[in-house]
């Protein structure tokens, strides 16, 4: 199986910075991508960030210029990097990735999701 820790969230100020890791763990071969969705208090869940393992990468148009996605580390560790907050990024974020597991089987998985709240 394949774990996902999130870690990172919490309470920014406007104008404020967070930094959220994804950690993937278990049995995989390789992370196909890693990606970052959020679901804000009624709101459907939308992808903020993705990133391919060939380092593509594709942000919503909200976050453009201001997200940073990264690509998993040999830990495989992703990061969001999240600069220029506003109330409007408050919410939960869900790590995603798309694995080819040790036995070469693909899965797709989800992390816990970690709060961002940005408030003054």
């Known amino acids: 199986q394949v774990q996902l820790r999130e870690s990172g969230g919490g309470l920014v100020q406007p104008g404020g910075s967070l930094r959220l890791a994804c950690a993937a763990s278990g049995s995989i071969y390789s992370i196909n991508t890693m990606a970052w969705y959020r679901r804000a208090p009624g709101k459907q869940r939308e992808l903020v960030a993705l990133?391919?393992?060939?380092?593509?990468?594709n942000y919503t148009d909200s976050v453009k210029g201001r997200f940073t996605i990264s690509k998993p580390n040999a830990k495989n560790t992703g990061y969001l990097q999240m600069n220029s907050l506003s109330s409007e990024d408050t919410a939960v974020y869900y790590c995603?990735?798309?694995?080819?597991?040790?036995?070469?089987?693909?899965?797709?998985?989800w992390g816990q999701g970690t709060q961002v709240t940005v408030s003054s």
């Open positions: 995603n990735v798309d694995v080819i597991r040790a036995n070469g089987w693909p899965g797709v998985y």
């Open positions: 990133i391919t393992s060939g380092g593509i990468t």
